[in-house]
């Protein structure tokens, strides 16, 4: 078996995204060799991987040929061709996570209906195949497959609301009464050791569905801490996982803890973990993967994470307006994600704010929300 650090031994990612680049950073530092597979010319990796695979992820050719070059493969995206993927793990191949538990998770409904069969707590739900079978409201339907960001999740307030239902197989959801939504992102290698780190709060842009802001650490009690990290451990022993796991929580009015869904992969939520934490989720991620020990996961100070959205009307090639501002100011990092085009609430980038307090963070990222803008 070769080596990470071996001269030709290579590490392969099924997609080319943010998540990957920030990947590259890490692997930088342990000299790893990184090969990339994406659909797009000019992707966020494409021009920092030290090999990059023109091609589609879902397509079974082209990801069974790509595993064939790389000693271990991982995935930046859920949604990839696990027929191949199994095919490869049956000759051999080393896939982190497997592709077994990518199986699952990618299908909303297969992993509600895992949560069930493994007594997860979650909230209620029902598989349904076409609009004709939602009677009741409000009612939270999410497509089965394909969705992202908040695309392909919606509440239904009443029959209304039937004009814009989902004709295609979907998860309808109980509505559940939300206090905040929290995030675990837990690290498992195939030694079996487990680390966590620190809960964060997210809050949500309430156009887009999607995070805005996320909190580091959460304000939570005791109680819920330790229902949340329970929960992360119960998933991540249930799918005998590998790699980073992160698992997105909803704390109820009536102080609950249920699982929401996880992705089987590093995460938005888990990105002031760069700055803030002795090892960012990035490397453990590889750690996992590559198995090695797992990094420390304290937090050494409050973060806030801010997402740069493209601002709502704007499409084309990007222009930021306000960076020399922002990097102006104390305890500020900037990630830009190498995308040429912004559109409406497309993720170009984040910025991590760190600061003796919360409190403190979360007015700077207030500040830096005003004067720092997406255009095109
Ligand atoms: P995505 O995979 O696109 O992020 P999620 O399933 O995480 O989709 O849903 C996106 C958001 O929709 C959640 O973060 C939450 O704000 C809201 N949401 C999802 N499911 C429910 C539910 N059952 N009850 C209330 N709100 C929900």
Redesign the pocket.
Known sequence: MKNFYDSDFKLGILGGGQLGRMLIQEAINLDVHISVLDPSENCPCAELANSFTLGSFHDYETVYNFGRTVDVLTIEIENVNTDALLALQREGKTIYPKPENLVIIKD?GLQKAFYAEHGIAS?D?KLITAKSEITEFPI?Q?LRTG???????Q?LKSAEDLDKAFEEPSVL??????EK?LSVIIARNPAGEVKTFPIVE?E?NPQA???EFLFAPAVISDEVEKKSFALAQEVVTALDFVGILAV?L?LTKDGEV?V??V?PRTHNSGHHTIESCHTSQFEQHMRAVLDLPLGNTELISPAVMLNLLGEEGFTGAVKYEGIAEVLARKGVTIHLYGKADTKSYRKMGHVTIVSDTLEDAKDVALQIKKELKVKA
């Open positions: 909303k909230s739900f939270v999410k969705g992202y960001d908040g695309r392909g999740v509440v959801e109980s509505l559940v009464d939300i939504e997210l949500f569905n999607l995070v997105e909803f249920l929401n869904e992705a």
